[in-house]
């Protein structure tokens, strides 16, 4: 099963992670804005990871003070798109 996912991050400096999945498995990812080294590098990594994977590597990653960062995004993206299953 296919799913595109285009969530609106909230408290960083990326505007937007869109996320292509098939069969539970990562094939594509990218961000809008952001800081580009940092969003390119976490999309390459996340390709061929499980979404549950994903999940549990990323979620709850800060970046300096904030209380969230574009890895923690794409994780709670990741999460809303199970929910919605």
């Given at each position: 099963m296919?799913?595109?996912?285009?969530?609106?991050?909230k408290?960083?400096c990326?505007?937007?992670?869109?996320?292509?999945v098939?069969?539970g498995v990562i094939?594509d990812?990218?961000?809008?804005a952001?800081c580009?080294?940092?969003?390119?590098?976490?999309?390459?990594?996340?390709?061929?990871?499980t979404?549950?994977e994903?999940?549990?590597r990323l979620k709850?990653?800060r970046?300096?003070?904030?209380s969230?960062?574009?890895p923690?995004q794409?994780?709670?993206a990741?999460?809303?798109?199970?929910?919605?299953?």
């Amino acid at each position: 099963m296919k799913k595109h996912i285009e969530y609106n991050t909230k408290g960083t400096c990326s505007r937007k992670v869109i996320i292509d999945v098939e069969d539970g498995v990562i094939v594509d990812c990218s961000f809008v804005a952001g800081c580009p080294g940092n969003t390119m590098g976490v999309a390459t990594l996340v390709k061929g990871m499980t979404v549950t994977e994903a999940i549990e590597r990323l979620k709850g990653i800060r970046c300096g003070a904030k209380s969230t960062s574009c890895p923690d995004q794409l994780a709670r993206a990741l999460e809303e798109s199970l929910v919605k299953n």
